[in-house]
């Protein structure tokens, strides 16, 4: 069994020495950091500091950004990948102003019932901006329970053991501490078990050490359909109207290319302009979005 006050004492201490510092971890306002999780959904949070500072000095609230459209808010994600996110985060912003009055609320149902936000980024507005003493399990800090414990990775087992290992009193820097642990030390391969501050409370570092997940191979990015559909915004982000599409893009032929286009208007990204042949060729990104 272990102890958590031994383990929050040590891992919190580790994290005043050797945390790492972020931009987005110099809030405590709620609408900033739930536009930081949003951001680093699937996107190394390094790598978002400048286009966050950029999006909150254009949209600074929730109220701010209800009344952008959704081309602009496609454009300002530039860089970011998966542009879907963009327009949940707009489509979040409308419904904190009509449910909420125009504040992000503290209420875990609540954080979740908000378009684009899960259970993870839910808990982690939560902990960080509100106190609330929730963990937030991503796959990252699912994986340090989970080692620690031992046990089941189900996700409902790994969140009731991460809520009883959570300490009450510093929700927000217990937090950071599991994620910086997670990216730094207990790492999905090669695990640094020898530097871990937590090693003498966990009960899986054997076979951790001796089992470390090793990454499958994984298909080269140019030739996935994610690299395609970012370089099809990438070229609407920099127009102003319809842009045609008659050609192959990289090493995608042109019916690759429809079946992009048909996809990103499916998920809301792009508006087409069939021809009379029924192929979408024309299209542009989104000037209006029906509310969520």
């Known amino acids: 069994m272990i102890d958590v006050t031994a383990f929050n004492t040590a891992l919190l201490t580790w994290y005043d ?3 790492r510092t972020l931009d987005v971890r110099s809030t405590t306002d709620a609408w900033a950091i739930l536009v930081a999780e949003v951001m680093s959904q699937q996107t190394q949070i390094e790598r978002i500091a400048a286009p966050w ?3 909150l000095s254009r949209w600074p609230s929730p109220g701010a950004l209800a009344t952008a459209t959704p081309s602009d808010v496609v454009r300002a994600w530039a860089g970011l990948g998966y542009n879907r996110r963009a327009l949940a985060l707009l489509d979040a912003a409308r419904a904190i102003v009509v449910r909420h009055g125009g504040q992000v609320p503290p209420d875990i149902a609540d954080l979740e019932a908000l378009p684009g936000v899960g259970p993870y980024t839910a808990r982690a507005v939560a902990a960080t901006a509100f106190g609330i003493p929730v963990a937030a399990v991503d796959v990252n800090v699912g994986r340090v329970v989970g080692r620690v414990t031992c046990c089941s990775t ?3 087992e790994l969140q009731r053991e991460a809520d009883r290992l ?10 950071f501490a599991m994620m910086d642990l997670a990216a730094t030390v207990c790492r999905a391969r090669d695990p640094l078990c020898t530097g871990c501050p937590v090693a003498v409370q966990c009960a899986g570092r054997s076979a ?5 997940t090793r990454g499958k191979a994984q298909p080269r990015f140019p030739a996935t359909r994610r690299w395609l559909r970012g370089r099809i915004v990438d070229r609407l982000r920099t127009a102003d109207g319809w842009v045609t599409f008659d050609a192959p893009i990289g090493e995608h032929d042109a019916n690759a290319v429809v079946d992009a286009l048909r996809r990103l ?4 990204l792009v508006e087409l302009e069939p021809d009379l042949a029924g192929a979408p060729k024309r299209a542009r990104l989104p000037r209006y979005r029906d509310a969520p």
């Open 154 to 156: 189900a996700r409902r």
């Open 17 to 19: 020495e050797r945390g």
């Open 53 to 55: 500072r950029a999006f």
């Open 166 to 175: 959570v300490d009450p009193c510093a929700s927000r820097s217990w937090t």
């Open 208 to 212: 951790v050490t001796s089992n470390a």
């Open 265 to 268: 208007a499916a998920d809301g």
